[in-house]
């Protein structure tokens, strides 16, 4: 039988420490190489981490050969065959990447353990054959029991390790899984000199080219194992460097996406910002680096707004070199980066919000049809030019006939109108400031000489305004009337100087238009009186000062009554009875016509209901009772709650309610008469397109207007003028009736042209009481008797 003995008799401290600190070595590198292959970004960083790993560990599994050949007793004379070596290094080699390949993502533990017992299986393989390459005076025996279980137990310390790493990241895991690799080698040394036996015999190895004493290996093992260390540690820079640069590149491109601007500071000096901020400060930030931040920074005390933005954002202007600068807002906070600390800036580029508040701030103080400042920017500026004193002059522009311009040519030509008198006024006043109120209503401020002198001015503009404009080939003469006042002469406040001001334009809209007046103190008491009747009126329905006259209407021939048009009377309870030419203008510009021609209107058909004669009655209807509410649906309801019969209604309009909205007008009209009532055309003749209108709508009445028959007996053209209308109306079968008929000669020359009806004093004066006798034909009985 074959005697064995231990190869190895005592564990040698120096083969023992060499393998200690060379797996402690490789543990701390393996460790964070094995976790950058999982993390690794790109292509070159992994292969650099899985060739720096594979060395590190293949190396430490080897390692445990050579620290064991190093305590193996010098007395055995023993030898290595260097191609067997070789051989167990390339089998180290390659079990550790099979256990590099077998390691999965991070939250397979399992995997990872196997790779453990991978790695165990190779230091085992490579033990093994690196013992049979061992030569000398006997035999050199390996017990696999032995040695599996030092491949075992290494593997179980690996594995473990392994998994715990597979599972969680950071430092301690990183340490954990070198540890546990060292550990697992460490202890295959332990057990696996225990596996190495001798059998001695008389025979001499037979000499070879590659053996070598054991004492070589040592060597070999140390060049080798350091050569392994130093790849590892350069393959772990490489992948470190790679994932550095490659997470820089990654932070920066994320920078560089953001479009607010992002400026790191060390001390006052900026050492880096992404391209936004470049473009915020208009240079390269290669160009930027190393300048002081605050220098671009426009602000009376730079270094205070920069401190500041440590508590809360700071909006401040931005010196650009590259072209005009912004305004952002800046905010900062201090960070430890690389180990230095740091002040971040962040920069949130302002100029299109402001922009665009710029743009409403323009919106809302400038006209958008003239480009002028509007009535907001001139109550601003009126009670600044107020409060810095000295004299300053109001001048209210009204342009003249400025309504015929839109209905005759079109608002495209009353919009080309209004953008040449801005134009015009501007350029009679050029250092003053002109503002468009609304409408035609412009306004001039003027101060120092034009305060000085502002009938001058006025008469300038006057000059400038009163003058005929070319429009798309068109000739339109449209004046312009003005009104001024100068504080503090005429006004010490906004709203007296406004209103005196606005009181000369009204007289020198009375005085025939196209006229300069300044204010004078009557002025103010004609409008006082204006606007009290305004008031006034406002309630005079409520307090029961309305009421109605009648006028009749008579046929021609016989002189029968056959209807009354229903005429607005106001009894004020100062003033008595207000004249209808007074007051009606004044409620149609306050629109309290509205509510009025309702009450009319209302009245008439309850009044009328109860005649004991079936006449017609005729109620006009304002322009401005078309412009506000439904005139349809209250003729409507006024109908069916006095329970008049529509054909009883006759509604009189004038060409003014057919100006504005033609088309509209029309519409109306033609719901009105579906509903039974009659439509009657109100002073005809006196408009400029009264043929056309009648050519429009089928009117049920033509009204010749009460001036061509006054001058029947003075004028052949009236009489020319009254023949053509009551042909006109014969013609298209639509019923005529004269208004201010007063005399029999006047009777006798409608009644010769067969005119159908009559009104006037020689019918019968406007009266509160209804009589359906005539006067004139009382006059003519008693004169037949």
């Known amino acids: 039988m074959e005697q064995l003995i231990p190869a190895i008799s005592s564990l040698s401290l120096n083969g023992f420490g060499f393998l200690a600190a060379f797996c402690l070595a490789g543990g701390a590198l393996a460790a964070p190489l094995l976790e950058h292959c999982r993390s690794a970004s790109t292509p070159r960083a992994r292969l650099a981490a899985l060739v720096a790993s594979v060395i590190a560990l293949g190396a430490m599994a080897w390692g445990a050969h050579v620290a064991t050949v190093a305590t193996i007793d010098p007395a055995l004379g023993a030898q290595v065959d260097l191609r067997m070596t070789l051989a167990s290094l390339a089998i180290?080699?390659?079990?550790?990447?099979?256990?590099?390949?077998?390691?999965?993502?991070?939250?397979?533990?399992?995997?990872?353990?196997?790779?453990?017992?991978?790695?165990?299986?190779?230091?085992?393989?490579?033990?093994?054959?690196?013992?049979?390459?061992?030569?000398?005076p006997g035999r050199f025996v390996v017990d696999p029991v032995v040695l599996g279980a030092a491949g075992l137990a290494a593997g179980a310390l690996a594995g473990a390790g392994l998994a715990f790493g597979s599972v969680t990241r950071?430092?301690?895991?990183?340490?954990?899984?070198?540890?546990?690799?060292?550990?697992?080698?460490?202890?295959?040394?332990?057990?696996?000199?225990?596996?190495?036996?001798?059998?001695?015999?008389?025979?001499?190895?037979?000499?070879?080219?590659?053996?070598?004493?054991?004492?070589?290996?040592?060597?070999?093992?140390?060049?080798?194992?350091?050569?392994?260390?130093?790849?590892?540690?350069?393959?772990?820079?490489?992948?470190?460097?790679?994932?550095?640069?490659?997470?820089?590149?990654?932070?920066?491109?994320?920078?560089?996406l953001t479009g607010e601007g992002i400026v790191i500071c060390e001390g006052a000096r900026i050492v880096d910002?992404?391209?936004?901020?470049?473009?915020?400060?208009?240079?390269?930030?290669?160009?930027?680096?190393?300048?002081?931040?605050?220098?671009?920074?426009?602000?009376?005390?730079?270094?205070?707004?920069?401190?500041?933005?440590?508590?809360?954002?700071?909006?401040?202007?931005?010196?650009?070199?590259?072209?005009?600068?912004?305004?952002?807002?800046?905010?900062?906070?201090?960070?430890?980066?690389?180990?230095?600390?740091?002040?971040?800036f962040t920069l949130r580029d302002l100029s299109e919000q402001r922009r665009k508040e710029h743009q409403i701030r323009h919106l809302a103080y400038h006209d958008p049809l003239t480009g002028l400042a509007n009535r907001a920017a001139f109550n601003e500026a009126l009670g600044a030019a107020l409060k810095r004193g000295g004299e300053v002059a109001l001048f209210c522009v009204d342009l003249d006939r400025f309504k015929e311009v839109n209905d005759v040519f079109g608002h495209s030509a009353g919009d080309e109108l209004l953008r040449t008198v801005a134009s015009r006024i501007m350029a009679a006043a050029p250092n003053a400031m002109t503002f468009r109120l609304g409408g035609d209503e412009f306004v001039v401020i003027g101060t120092g000489p034009d305060a000085g002198d502002a009938d001058k001015l006025a008469l300038r503009l006057t000059d400038r305004l009163n003058v005929e404009t070319v429009i798309a080939g068109r000739t339109i003469r449209s004046g312009a009337s003005v009104g001024y006042a100068v504080y503090p002469h005429h006004g010490s406040t906004v709203d007296a100087l406004f209103s005196n001001a606005d009181a000369a334009l009204y007289r020198a809209k009375a005085d025939g238009r196209g006229l300069a007046?300044?204010?004078?103190?009557?002025?103010?008491?004609?409008?006082?009186?204006?606007?009290?009747?305004?008031?006034?009126?406002?309630?005079a329905i409520s307090r029961n000062e309305m009421f109605l006259h009648w006028m009749p209407q008579a046929h021609t021939q016989s002189g029968e009554v056959v209807g009354f048009e229903a005429l607005i009377r106001w009894k004020h309870p100062t003033r008595g009875v207000v004249p209808p030419g007074v007051f009606v203008p004044v409620a149609e510009e306050t629109a309290a016509i509205v509510s009025i021609g309702e009450w009319v209107l209302r009245t008439a058909c309850q009044t009328a209901v109860q005649w004991s004669k079936p006449c017609k009655v005729?109620?006009?209807?304002?322009?401005?009772?078309?412009?506000?509410?439904?005139?349809?649906?209250?003729?409507?309801?006024?109908?069916?709650?006095?329970?008049?019969?529509?054909?009883?209604?006759?509604?009189?309009?004038?060409?003014?309610?057919?100006?504005?909205?033609?088309?509209?007008?029309?519409?109306?009209?033609?719901?009105?008469?579906?509903?039974?009532?009659?439509?009657?055309?109100?002073?005809?003749?006196?408009?400029?397109?009264s043929l056309s209108y009648i050519q429009s709508f089928p009117f049920d009445r033509i009204k010749i207007d009460a001036s061509f028959i006054r001058q029947l007996s003075t004028s052949q053209q009236a009489k020319a003028i009254v023949r053509a209308i009551v042909a006109l109306g014969e013609a298209v079968g639509v019923p005529i009736t004269a208004e201010g008929v007063e005399t029999p000669e006047q009777r006798a020359f409608l009644a010769e042209l067969d005119c159908d009806e009559i009104q006037g004093y020689l019918v019968g004066r406007p009266s509160p009481v209804v009589s359906f006798e005539s006067p004139f034909v009382r006059q003519r009985v008693r004169a037949a008797g």
């Open 517 to 539: 007046r300044g204010f004078e103190p009557d002025m103010d008491l004609a409008l006082r009186e204006k606007r009290a009747l305004q008031q006034d009126l406002a309630t």
């Open 170 to 256: 950071g430092t301690v895991a990183r340490s954990v899984v070198g540890l546990a690799i060292a550990a697992g080698v460490i202890v295959f040394h332990t057990v696996a000199v225990h596996a190495l036996q001798f059998s001695p015999g008389l025979r001499v190895p037979p000499a070879s080219a590659y053996a070598a004493p054991a004492s070589l290996l040592i060597d070999i093992g140390l060049i080798i194992g350091g050569v392994a260390l130093a790849l590892a540690a350069g393959g772990l820079v490489m992948s470190g460097d790679v994932l550095a640069l490659r997470s820089a590149a990654r932070d920066r491109t994320f920078a560089d």
């Open 92 to 136: 180290a080699l390659i079990m550790a990447g099979i256990a590099e390949a077998m390691l999965g993502e991070k939250g397979q533990p399992l995997i990872a353990a196997c790779a453990g017992l991978a790695l165990g299986a190779g230091a085992a393989a490579a033990f093994y054959v690196g013992a049979a390459g061992l030569r000398g």
């Open 618 to 689: 005729a109620v006009n209807l304002s322009p401005v009772q078309f412009q506000h509410g439904d005139i349809c649906a209250l003729v409507h309801s006024i109908l069916l709650e006095t329970g008049l019969p529509a054909n009883r209604l006759e509604l009189e309009i004038t060409e003014g309610v057919l100006l504005d909205d033609l088309n509209g007008a029309l519409n109306v009209l033609r719901r009105l008469k579906a509903l039974g009532v009659q439509i009657a055309m109100d002073d005809f003749g006196t408009g400029y397109s």
């Open 273 to 344: 910002m992404n391209a936004a901020a470049g473009r915020l400060l208009g240079l390269d930030p290669a160009v930027l680096r190393g300048r002081a931040f605050r220098d671009f920074v426009d602000a009376p005390d730079p270094d205070r707004v920069l401190s500041a933005s440590l508590a809360k954002p700071q909006e401040v202007g931005l010196r650009s070199m590259g072209g005009e600068g912004g305004y952002v807002e800046v905010s900062s906070r201090d960070l430890v980066m690389d180990g230095r600390s740091r002040r971040v």
